[in-house]
């Protein structure tokens, strides 16, 4: 069995973490830290998980020979240097994203992870999003035939745009552009497009990345400054196409407060992609693509393998690095 502790108990760790480990027989949650500062913005939360002990002493978990595992999701700041308390104390450690702002951070707590013979990893669980998972069976199955073009849009309406310093591609891009590299590798060659531009030399609010593989070019798109529904994917093929509907932001929406609940429902039909192909006969086929559910719990079955058995982790360290690489040299575009 995995012992977790959790540090920080926001939104993240009460929706995508700990609903998707809680029933699951491998995995104990002994711990929940918060600093002083932040108890009173999920106080509410707390009586709704009696089996958790809540502690400020975060040297208290760091002791206890029964927690394997640490689940950092405080502030971005602090990830670096809780990442590498943990690992020093001789757990293992799963860091929310962004893992770091720069590569060479990532390098040396990968290198610390390393020496110390435990395992550290990024929670790039939107490799499992409920569209994602679609998008990439219906590239595996072949129907669209040899890649030409994918396009992943998440855009957003802000008339005073990201709220962030770090902008769009630290909190959104650190996403979407892990999911392409995590399903087609590493690009041949890159070009960037990222602007500023509702606070120039702030943060971004609009990024185009254009990534090639051969012939093939996938582009990662984020704008503050869309009003109309655009696909979440566009896919083409030497041989077919396919799109899916855009993303429904939930963020911002109040909810009551409890325990969360996760959803093991498909996406209504109105939610699914659409697949158009020529089969063998060369007739136009159209098909609709079922979006199923998120599987977020997928990131621990990786980390369980590779502490327990030492299978190779689910987000590789070299995939880490080249993301915030792209992070870095986009970013650069927007505040120079």
């Not at 849009?153 to 802000?158: E, G, I, N």
Request: hydrophobic share 35%.
């Amino acid at each position: 069995m995995i012992t977790i502790a959790y540090v920080g108990f926001g939104v993240s760790v009460r929706e995508y973490h700990i609903p998707y480990v809680e029933q699951d027989e491998r995995v104990k949650v002994k711990y929940v830290f918060r600093r002083e500062e932040d108890i009173s913005q999920n106080a509410a939360y707390e009586p709704f998980y009696p089996e958790i002990i809540f502690t400020t002493d975060f040297a208290q978990i760091l002791q206890d020979d029964e927690v394997d595992l640490v689940v950092v999701s405080a502030p971005d700041p602090f990830h670096v240097p809780y990442a590498k308390e943990i690992l020093n104390a001789g757990k293992h450690a799963l860091i929310e994203k962004p893992f770091s702002k720069t590569a060479e951070e990532a390098r040396e707590v990968f290198a610390l992870a390393k020496e110390k013979g435990l395992i550290c990893m990024p929670n790039q669980n939107r490799r499992f999003d409920a569209d994602f998972l679609a998008l990439r069976e219906v590239l595996e199955s072949g129907k669209v035939g040899e890649l030409v073009r994918l396009e992943s849009h998440y855009d957003y309406f802000k008339e005073n745009g990201w709220y962030d310093h770090l902008g769009t591609l630290y909190n959104l891009g650190v996403h979407t552009i892990d999911q392409v590299i995590s399903l087609l590798g590493m690009p041949d060659d890159t070009h960037f497009d990222v602007r500023s531009i509702h606070h120039p030399g702030v943060g971004d609010d609009y990024y185009d990345l254009e990534f090639y593989y051969g012939n093939a070019k996938a582009s990662v798109n984020t704008s503050m400054c869309v009003l109309i529904d655009y696909p979440r994917f566009t896919l083409h093929g030497a041989k077919g196409s396919f799109t899916l509907p855009p993303v429904i932001h939930n963020s911002g929406k109040k909810k009551e407060v409890g325990r969360h609940v996760i959803s093991q429902e498909p996406a209504p039909e109105e939610r699914w992609g659409t697949l158009v192909y020529k089969n063998e006969a060369g007739e136009t086929v159209t098909e609709k693509v079922p979006v199923g559910c998120a599987h977020y719990e997928k990131i621990y079955d990786s980390l369980i393998g590779a502490i327990e058995r030492g299978e190779e982790k689910c987000v590789k360290d070299e995939e880490v690095v080249k993301v915030l690489e792209i992070l870095e040299e986009a970013t650069k575009l927007a505040i120079s």
